[in-house]
Structure formats: C-alpha cells, structure tokens
C-alpha cells in the first residue's frame, strides 16, 4: 500500500548510476530514508523532487523493511535561488543538526517547522546569518529539552539580566550563576580538590563556565520564549551578536557533545 508523507529533503547520497539514497524531514512520519531510483537522470520526471532543499510530496512503497519513491511532486525550494553561499553553508549546517537530532515523529513535526522558517529567513537576507545561526541553535536545544534555565541564579535567585555585570552560565547545567555565587562555588570546588591532595589543573576550574552580559541573558531569554513568528524579529548590536553567537555555539555543541564539519565550513568561509 503506497504511504504519502510531506517533507524537506536535508541529504542526498548518489548510489548506483542514476539513483539517490534520501534523507527527508517530514511532518508526520519524522525522519525518513529511502531509495529514489533513476532522479539523476535529466528526464526523470521526480528529479526537481529529489533534490536538497526540495520540499516535496513523495509517495513511498515499503519493501522488506525498506521505503523506495514511487513518485514525488516539488512543492517549493526552501532555500531561493540566489542565496548567499556562506547562506548555503549554515543551511547545510542546520541540516546536520536536524539529522543528528531527529528523534520521535513530534520533535521531527517541530524541527521541520523551525527549519522551514530558518531558511525563509535565510533567503530574505535581511538579517545577519550570525543572529539566524544564534537564534536556531538555541530553539533547536529548548526543542530537544535541553532549553537554558536564564530566570535567574540557581543558587540564591537573582535575577541576572539586570545585574550590572556578568553572570557566570555553566554550559553543562544549562543554568545561570551570579559573580559571587560563582565565587563561592569556584572556591569550594578548589578546597575540594586541594583536601584530595590532588596538584590543581587549568582545566580543574571554570572548564564548563562562559560569562555572559546582562543584555545577553535578556536576548537569550527572549530568543527561547517568543513565538516562531518573531523570532528573528530583532536588532542587535554587532558587540552583542558576537557574544550571543559564541554562547549560542558552546551550548549546542557542550549538550550534543560534538561538533560538526558543516559548522566549521561555514565558520571558516566567512573568515
């Protein structure tokens, strides 16, 4: 019985002489793979289906445990002709993650949306890609459950997004810490490791703390908080972007533990 499903085609792998092996987002039926035989043929009338950043209609048979394309139908390219390449690179780069993290059919529903709206923005080129990449990552993370705790210091409650300095943010607790909360918790962790008699090591100390601004706890809060709709509705300050671009990356890739090549490609090309 033919199944037809919905979805955004975010990898593509040649096999054979004229086949592909397709990775596709899909609303209903999370991550797929399957066969699509002949579309690198120039005639093939599913080709323009096929392709990366094809959002198309596909209609699957299953076989022996595997799904093959009968048929497709484009429905829009995701990414306008035209785009930037550095703009390329990051939508590569997010293909990566959404691959790596696609779970269950309704975390899968969600990302495709996100995804979708990513890479519109992208083609507009109105905003810096910087901020997209930022603002993605950190959706991406609360998505997956591992949303960054800003309300204020997990040890006495302050709230840091109105302090007059930084705030210390462990990137594997995913929460905040005032300066002298941090202090404190610095000091203790270093008696620990004298009183075990052990030398102390540079990585012994702060290895999973970034200090954060007050005006990027606000962003960050904002950017996990709002609708999808304005999410990249904002203007920020190139000092601020920095900040809030760095924090965004080490929390992606200090929750996923790993990094990605896409990531380093796109890093690289706008140097």
Known sequence: ?????????????????????????????????????????????????????????????????????????????????????????????????????????????????MLMNALYIISKGDRPYDLIKAVFELRLMTLLGFMPDMAGCSLCGRDCGVMDEKSAFHLTNGNLRCRDCAAKA???????????????????????????????VRLVTRTISVSENTAYAVNVPMTLLKEFSAFAERYTVNQLERTFDTLKFYKDFKQ
């Open 1 to 113: 019985m033919p199944e037809v499903v919905k979805g955004l085609v975010i990898r593509e792998t040649l096999a054979g002489e004229y086949d592909k092996l397709l990775t596709v987002l899909t609303e209903t039926r999370g991550k797929l793979f399957f066969r699509a035989y002949g579309v690198r043929s120039l005639i093939n009338r599913n080709s323009a289906s096929c392709r990366i950043f094809s959002y198309s209609e596909f209609v699957l048979r299953e076989k022996n445990d595997h799904y093959y394309l009968s048929q497709a139908q484009l429905i829009k390219s995701s990414l306008e002709p035209g785009t930037e390449f550095d703009g390329m690179s990051l939508a590569f780069y997010f293909f990566d993650l959404c691959d790596y993290c696609a779970s269950d059919e309704e975390t899968c529903g969600g990302m495709l949306k």
């Open 186 to 216: 610095a000091r203790i962790e270093i008696e620990d490791i004298i009183n075990e008699g052990e030398a102390i090591k540079a990585d012994d100390i702060d290895s999973h703390i970034v200090y954060i601004s007050p005006e990027c």
